[in-house]
């Protein structure tokens, strides 16, 4: 097994909190010789298109461990054969951070909605580990494209337990049922401590 990281990124605290570690199955169907490869990333990037509406995170989760194959060749048994790529993830981070891929390469903008859970987001589905997230903070982007618009957080206070929007020099207080919208680009999410 290949692991891509350095020592550097092992130790680094930002690691830690906030990288998942990817497994990647690689298998080639010709001669079923297989290797893995481990990587950490700090956000997923999830897809949005091809996923029929109305789209959610789990959906697009879904996308983004779907299993991929293309045409490659084979080292083992140097012939040009169907490879697959299988993700799962090995090791969760206390925060997850989601990336949702409103941008197309177009420059222009997905502004489908995306439904995301406000508490208990499992990722059983992709990883052994059944530890529970909830939401607790949303970074938004308005606008048509990714040539204009505006970034603003809603993020939950560690004080009392609400929402609020931190828009430029203006805070204010959100209803729960507002912190999902169309507008929802990256989604964080906390780890709960099992008690
Ligand atoms: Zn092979």
Known sequence: MKNLDNDLTKKSFIYEEFAFEILTSIECTGCTGKKEISEDMLSLPLPMSGIPEPLSLMKCLDAFFKTQSTMQTCKTCQTKTQTTFKKRISKLPNIGI???????????????????????????????????????????HVGSSTKNGHYFTFAKSWVDQKWYSFNDQTILPLKNQEVISSEGYILFYEKQIKT
């Open 98 to 140: 989601f990336q949702l891929q409103r941008m197309t390469p177009f420059l222009d903008k997905n502004q489908s909605l995306v439904e995301y859970p406000e508490i208990n987001l499992v990722l059983n589905g992709f990883s052994m580990d059944h530890s529970s997230y909830n939401l607790s903070a949303v970074c938004n």
